[in-house]
């Protein structure tokens, strides 16, 4: 990344940590972690499963939240306030331009998310529980799963309106999590019919389960870390994908 | 607006009448277990969490419909333990709960069966053993005892749990004691003599003094068996061990240790010195706790007291005759000669 894209995504990083709405984003985010422990209360025993699996949970719906209300009218926001021309006019290219954004955003959501860990694993100490490798695989997962998330709001936010880049990034996450269904419904001989299509579906659809590790992290179970270094690259190739499908719709558009 | 308020309160009267009738049977939906794979989004553990949440406070709850209950706890276990197969909490209280609440011993057999069969599968896969398996495998040795009263299959259960090394010694001590009543002695002998060269030595202690115990316990019943047959108690210990029955060599490892009183009571004094060490060392981790909470050391008397002791409470008998347990400055226990 050059120069000019390092300064864009310092603007960018800059511009989304004064963002009210990230500040109510994190409190949303924080409070899931912290409530989650008043429901552990309410169950007989495994209490620190209830925190952790709530708290990895919301911190899922954190990153989804952010790449939906902040992420998906980063766009927007800068043709709205005529800082795009400013900037394009300048030295900057269209595709600096999506990078400085793209980078500026994934600082600010890792931020945010390395925040609530943080306060998950305070809150897990606090209540007696240890900080072991499943807990930290399962927020490296959601660390790349904020980047393609990033990268999709952009994508769409290229694209079109804000709402509807929010409402896609939504069905991005939904349909990302729901893939490894379409392999079940074929696992075993069954729905013969679809099984065709649903293998033609099931690999074409992004899988966010590729880097979803947060629910084994109180199983006792060891962390597959190949499986994440896989899913890693898998991700990183679905945010490669996006950024340039992003790069050609902001070339595209007129100002 | 008076008169409104307190027709409305006269009406309530009725109306909480009919909403608890109405909740009698009114069974919260459960998903299948596919839908809600699907629809938890990657989230399954939160969702088989908020499940089992949404189910807690039902289980307490009154119904009429035998069946309909039936097959809402059926579908309650298997979506939860499906969404989270290491829920471990679910197969537990929730075959705890069939078999006791509700009286289908069978269906607790089945749940615990399907949660050892996934630990089993996991751990194939995994190539290592989980403590729940292990937890699982006694659950269900035990509900195979209580519930079903099947002798056989509870042994068959605690011999698979006893040879995982995270058995706890309350369990190899049931087994131990229905292998003595099948004389299957050698076999009873073994469950111990096999961790004597644990590597923990708290666990080699703790086998070493279980061992003396089950020799003590052949003995025993030896001893019964003789005054049952002879229609009178054994003179000597020479005679109880001629006329046992023992192999030769069992009955050597048997009696090593075994003393007969005046009174023919059978005591091991190996046993008892074992006992005693393992007496002090609780007494010394007591003592640690007891010290970090009070700042200062407790006396020995403070081990035999029921009040305000939450920690360990001895009893008299605990100690060596002619004997006194003492602590010193930096919380170590021994025995002395009492004076």
Redesign the interface.
């Given at each position: 990344m050059n120069r000019r894209a390092t300064a864009i995504a310092l603007a960018t990083f800059r511009e989304a940590v004064r963002d009210k709405l990230l500040l109510l984003v994190v409190v949303f985010g924080v409070g899931m972690v912290l409530f989650s422990r008043v429901l552990g209360w309410l169950s007989v025993e495994d209490e620190l499963k209830m925190v952790q699996d709530f708290s990895l949970s919301g911190m899922s719906l954190l990153a989804l939240f952010l790449a939906m209300l902040v992420g998906a009218g980063s766009l927007a926001r800068e043709v709205e306030r005529h800082t795009v021309y400013t900037v394009l006019t300048r030295t900057a290219t269209r595709t600096e331009f999506i990078l400085g954004k793209f980078v500026g955003l994934v600082w600010v959501f890792w931020l945010c998310l390395l925040g609530a860990g943080a306060v998950l694993a305070l809150w897990v100490l606090t209540w007696g529980g240890s900080i072991g490798a499943p807990l930290v695989a399962a927020m490296i997962g959601l660390l790349l799963e904020t980047v393609v998330l990033t990268a999709v709001a952009l994508f769409l936010g290229a694209l079109s309106a804000p709402a509807i880049a929010s409402v896609g990034t939504f069905a991005f996450y939904l349909v990302g999590h729901g893939t490894e269904a379409l392999r079940e419904l074929t696992a075993q001989g069954r729905s013969p019919d679809f099984a065709a299509v649903y293998s033609v579906l099931y690999r074409v659809l992004p899988n966010l389960e590729n880097v979803n590790f947060i629910n084994a992290t109180t199983s006792g179970r060891p962390v597959d870390w190949e499986s994440l270094g896989l899913g890693a690259l898998y991700v990183l190739l679905w945010t490669a994908a996006l950024l340039a499908g992003a790069v050609v719709m902001f070339r595209r558009r007129q100002f | 607006m008076v008169g409104a308020v307190a027709a409305a309160a006269v009406l309530q009267g009725g109306l909480g009448e009919a909403n608890a009738a109405r909740r009698r049977n009114d069974f919260r939906y459960t998903p299948d277990r596919?839908v809600a794979?699907?629809l938890s989004?990657?989230?399954?553990?939160?969702l088989?969490?908020a499940l089992?949440?949404r189910a807690?406070p039902d289980f307490a709850r009154e119904f009429d419909d035998r069946a309909l209950k039936e097959r809402w706890l059926n579908g309650v276990f298997d979506v939860v333990t499906d969404l989270?197969p290491?829920?471990?909490?679910a197969y537990s209280?929730g075959s705890t709960y069939l078999a006791l609440i509700n009286k289908q011993a069978d269906s607790a057999i089945a749940l615990l069966e399907r949660g050892i069969a996934r630990y089993q599968a996991?751990e194939a896969e995994?190539g290592?053993r989980?403590?729940?398996g292990t937890r699982l495998r006694i659950d269900l040795a035990m509900a195979y005892w209580m519930h079903k009263r099947d002798r056989a299959a509870t042994i068959r259960h605690l011999e698979i749990a006893v040879e995982r090394p995270d058995c706890d010694f309350l369990t190899r001590n049931m087994l131990v004691g229905l292998k003595l009543e099948d004389r299957d002695d050698l076999i009873a002998l073994s469950y111990s003599a096999q961790l004597l060269d644990h590597q923990n030595p708290q666990v080699r202690a703790k086998a070493a003094e279980d061992l003396e115990y089950t020799k003590l316990r052949i003995a025993r019943r030896v001893q019964r068996e003789f005054a049952a047959e002879q229609g009178r108690d054994a003179a000597s210990l020479d005679e109880l061990r001629a006329g046992c029955g023992l192999e030769p060599e069992l009955a050597a490892m048997v009696f090593e240790t075994v003393e007969m009183s005046a009174d023919g009571k059978l005591t091991s004094w190996r046993h008892d010195e074992l006992r005693v060490q393992s007496t002090m060392r609780s007494m010394e981790v007591a003592a640690q706790i007891y010290r970090r909470d009070n700042g200062r050391w407790p006396t020995i008397d403070w081990f035999f007291e029921g009040a305000g002791n939450s920690l360990l409470v001895l009893r008299r008998l605990d100690i060596p005759q002619g004997k006194r347990f003492v602590i010193d400055d930096e919380g170590r226990v021994s025995v002395v000669e009492d004076e």
């Open positions: - | 596919e794979r699907v989004f990657g989230h399954r553990s939160s088989a969490d089992w949440l807690l989270d290491t829920f471990y909490t209280y996991m995994d290592r989980y403590a729940a």
